[in-house]
C-alpha cells in the first residue's frame, strides 16, 4: 500500500531534482551548443507523418484510449506488440502512475521505442537525421505529438555520459515501486551481470537456478537490499502480481528484456557518434574557415581523434566485446517474442543472419548486432561508417585480433563477415577504395 505522506514526499524531492538537473543541463549541455541546438531545432522524423495521421483521421482507432490506441500506434510505427516488457519502478517520467499494480509497458523495434502506463500519456522515443534520439510524449486528448523537455533530465545526464539516451535500470524497488534510494541501482546492457539485473521489472521465462532481481519487492536488512529471487524466479504468469489484462499481453519476455538491454547501449553509441561528430566536424569546418584554409572533407586534429573513438567504441559494443554470459542451461521464452523480432531479418545464401539466436550461452549465434542494419547506424556520418566499415573488415579478417576481440573464435568472424558481404552491400562498396 503506498503512504499517502511519503509518496509526496518523493514526488517533492523527484521535482527538485529533476529542475536542479533541468537548469544544469541548460547551462552545460553538449549538445545544446551550435550546430547542434538540439532542444531548438525542428525534428523530421516519423513522429511529424504519424501526427498528420492522427489528426486526418487516417490512425484508424488512436482517438480510443487505452489498449485500442496503443495498437493503433504500435501498428503505425511497425513495433511488434510481442516486444512488450514491463516496469514496475518509478524510474521514469511517469512516475506517479507506475506502481506494481500498475506497471509501464514497453515496445520497441529496431528503430523506435513506445511506453504506455495504463491511465497516462504515450511516450516515444525516435531517431532524427540531425538529432540521433528524440523524445516525445503523445497527449491522448489534444492529438498532438510534442517534444519532450523533462525526459531528458534523466536521459542526458551521467548515465547516458552527458548526451541524448535511452536507458535501463535495475534498482531495489519498495512496496510502492519507488526505489530505495540508500540501496543504489545499476545501468544494465549486454555486459551486465545475470544477478544485478531487472530489479523493479517483471520478468517471464526459464533461466534455471540462476537468480536476478526481478518480479519481486526489496527489503533492507542489516544495512543491505535484498530481493527474495528464488520466489520470483522461472516466472510463467504474472496474473497474481497485477490486472494483467489492462495490457496487450500478461508477459515480460526475458528474450525481448535482453535484447532491448544489448539495443538500448548499442542505440546510445550511435546516437552520440552522429551528434559528436557533427559538432567537431562544424568546428573543424569553422577553424579552416578562420586561417583561410581550403575546407577539407578529411578529419583533422581533433575530429580525426573524436572520430577514431567513437569509432572503437561503435566497433567493440557492435561485436559484443564482454558479453556476459548466459546462466548455465541458458535462459527460454514463450518464444513470439523470437518470431516477432525475426520478421526483418537479414539472411545471406546459407540462411545464417544477424538476428539468429543462441540463448544457451550467449544471446545471439553471430556476435555482430543486428543495429548495424538501423536507421541509426544508416545516419551516421559517411566518415565514421567508412572508418567503421574498415575496423570490422581488419577485426574480421585478422590472423589474430587485439585481446578485445579475442572472444569471436576465426570460424564466427568468417561467417560474420561473409553475412555483411551477402545483407550489406555498402560494407563492401566503402572498403572498395576506388568508391
Avoid at 211 to 224: C, D, V
Avoid at 379 to 392: D, H, N, T
Wanted: hydrophobic residues 35%; aromatic residues 10%; proline residues 5%.
Amino acid at each position: 500500500m503506498i503512504r499517502p505522506t511519503r509518496f509526496l514526499l518523493f514526488c517533492v524531492a523527484i521535482a527538485a531534482l529533476c529542475m536542479t538537473r533541468k537548469a544544469t543541463a541548460q547551462r552545460n549541455a553538449a549538445y545544446e551548443e551550435p550546430p547542434l541546438n538540439y532542444s531548438g531545432t525542428v525534428t523530421s522524423n516519423r513522429a511529424e507523418r504519424i501526427e498528420k495521421l492522427w489528426q486526418t483521421g487516417k490512425l484508424k482507432n488512436a482517438n480510443k484510449y487505452g489498449k485500442p490506441a496503443l495498437k493503433a500506434f504500435l501498428e503505425a510505427l511497425d513495433i511488434p506488440e510481442e516486444s512488450q516488457t514491463l516496469v514496475f519502478s518509478k524510474t521514469s517520467l511517469q512516475y506517479a502512475r507506475i506502481a506494481p499494480k500498475n506497471p509501464r509497458a514497453l515496445y520497441f523495434s529496431d528503430d523506435a521505442y513506445f511506453g504506455w502506463v495504463p491511465g497516462g500519456i504515450y511516450e516515444l522515443t525516435l531517431n532524427d537525421p540531425q538529432l540521433g534520439l528524440v523524445f516525445y510524449e503523445i497527449d491522448p486528448h489534444e492529438k498532438r505529438i510534442q517534444r519532450s523537455r523533462e525526459c531528458l533530465n534523466c536521459h542526458a545526464g551521467s548515465r547516458t555520459r552527458d548526451w541524448p539516451g535511452v536507458l535501463i535500470r535495475s534498482v531495489f524497488p519498495e512496496e510502492d515501486g519507488a526505489p530505495m534510494g540508500q540501496a543504489g541501482g545499476f545501468t544494465i546492457n549486454h555486459e551486465s551481470r545475470f544477478e544485478n539485473r531487472w530489479g523493479g521489472w517483471y520478468v517471464t521465462g526459464h533461466h534455471g537456478e540462476a537468480t536476478h532481481l526481478g518480479n519481486g519487492i526489496a527489503k533492507w536488512e542489516q544495512g543491505s537490499a535484498s530481493v527474495d529471487s528464488a520466489a520470483n524466479s522461472n516466472l510463467t504468469d504474472l496474473s497474481e502480481k497485477f490486472e494483467t489484462a489492462k495490457h496487450l499481453r500478461g508477459d515480460s519476455d526475458i528474450v525481448a528484456l535482453m535484447v532491448l538491454e544489448h539495443q538500448c547501449e548499442m542505440h546510445n553509441r550511435l546516437s552520440r557518434a552522429l551528434l559528436r561528430i557533427r559538432k567537431w566536424r562544424h568546428r573543424q569546418e569553422e577553424f579552416q574557415k578562420m586561417i583561410g584554409e581550403p575546407m577539407s572533407e578529411e578529419p583533422t586534429g581533433t575530429l580525426l581523434t573524436v572520430l577514431n573513438g567513437e569509432r572503437d567504441r561503435i566497433v567493440e559494443y557492435l561485436l559484443f566485446r564482454d558479453e556476459a554470459s548466459l546462466p548455465e542451461g541458458g535462459i527460454r521464452g514463450a518464444g513470439d517474442f523470437e518470431g516477432a523480432f525475426q520478421r526483418n531479418r537479414k539472411p545471406d545464401s546459407q540462411n545464417r543472419s544477424l538476428k539468429d539466436f543462441d540463448l544457451k550461452t550467449r544471446l545471439f549465434d553471430y556476435r555482430c548486432s543486428y543495429m548495424i542494419y538501423s536507421e541509426a547506424f544508416e545516419i551516421l556520418p559517411e566518415m565514421l561508417k567508412r572508418a567503421v566499415y574498415r575496423k570490422l573488415e581488419d577485426v574480421l579478417t585478422a590472423d589474430e585480433p587485439a585481446a578485445k576481440f579475442a572472444h569471436l573464435p576465426r570460424a564466427e568472424r568468417r561467417a560474420i563477415r561473409e553475412i555483411l558481404l551477402a545483407t550489406k552491400p555498402e560494407f563492401s562498396q566503402l572498403l572498395d577504395p576506388a568508391q
